[in-house]
């Protein structure tokens, strides 16, 4: 036996500290490594660069809206219409998304007060296919719109998505004119309707009810658009300018109303919701 042999024998074992695989997070924008508790503390912004984490639905209630909100009842709508099917069948992929997420579909309300101000809240969450409008996506949006009206508060929508739900065609294209109307129902009853862009706001969700506010309200640095940039540069055949489709191009020229870090959203939406409740929603 070597001498290196009855020195490492001689040698206490210790065994190897198991660390959980969650402690850390990595900043997608600065790559500085993280503590996920002091992350999720900061509401899930970098505390370095200042980018806006995205965040589920669940998350986003507990920071915007008072202790005691509600869940509103997720609507009953029909699944896989065109049985549809690509690489896997449509109805695997609603059961793999529920299996990781904790609501049923991509939009989930909640009925409840943000300093006391009366609202319908919507929070649409990009880890459920892609935050992606289906016809469970916009019945739950009329359904928002609906009890808002019955309330007479406001109906507030944060928006994250990839666009319409390819696995339902022409029935996702239908759900952009169908929350318009329901947007029209609204303002009829003179309640105010306001949308929260967050990170990313794209295809017909941006081209219907999230650029129908009355006021829009964008998350630093998110992501705002229609077409991807690389099918409009191909399609113009110019270079798009810095920071297009981000949050502060698109307050520079008039598209959102205020750019506002996370922090801030809370204070900035009751003080919205005062200006423009009905003086018996307040």
């Known amino acids: 036996m070597s001498w290196i042999t009855k020195v490492r024998n001689s040698l206490s074992r210790v065994t190897k ?46 920071q915007l809206l008072d202790p005691g909100f509600t869940l509103l009842p997720a609507p009953k709508v029909a699944e896989d219409p ?7 069948k449509y109805p695997d992929r609603l059961k793999a998304a529920r299996a990781a997420n904790p609501h049923n579909d991509a939009l989930t309300n909640a009925a409840g007060t943000i300093e006391g101000q009366r609202l319908v809240l919507g929070v649409q969450d990009f880890a459920f ?3 992606s409008m289906g016809m469970a996506v916009g019945e739950a949006f009329v359904m928002g719109a609906e009890r808002a009206c019955r309330d007479r ?9 990839g666009g319409a739900r390819m696995q ?3 029935l ?20 105010p309707y306001i949308v929260l862009l967050t990170d990313p706001t ?21 992501l705002i658009g229609f077409a991807g940039q690389r099918v409009i540069q191909d399609t ?47």
């Open 82 to 88: 065109l049985k549809f099917k690509d690489s896997k």
């Open 236 to 282: 113009i055949r110019e270079k798009l300018p810095p920071g297009f489709q981000r949050a502060e191009y698109l307050y520079e020229h008039g598209m959102v109303d205020m750019v506002v870090h996370r922090k801030d959203l809370r204070a900035q939406l009751a003080r919205l919701l005062g200006y423009l409740q009905p003086a018996k929603a307040a």
């Open 168 to 170: 339902e065609g022409i």
């Open 17 to 62: 500290r198991e660390t959980p695989d969650n402690l850390w997070i990595k900043c997608p924008s600065c790559s500085e490594m993280l503590f996920t508790k002091e992350y999720e503390e900061n509401l899930s912004v970098c505390p370095r660069c200042e980018h806006h984490g995205r965040i589920g639905a669940d998350a986003r209630m507990a």
């Open 153 to 161: 508060c406001a109906y507030v929508i944060c928006t994250a998505a």
């Open 172 to 191: 996702s294209l239908m759900q952009m004119p169908k929350t318009t109307v329901a947007l029209r129902r609204l303002k009829a009853a003179g309640l």
């Open 129 to 131: 296919m892609g935050g």
């Open 202 to 222: 794209t295809g017909g969700v941006t081209a219907s009810y999230a650029m129908l506010g009355d006021i829009h309200i964008a998350e630093p640095g998110c």
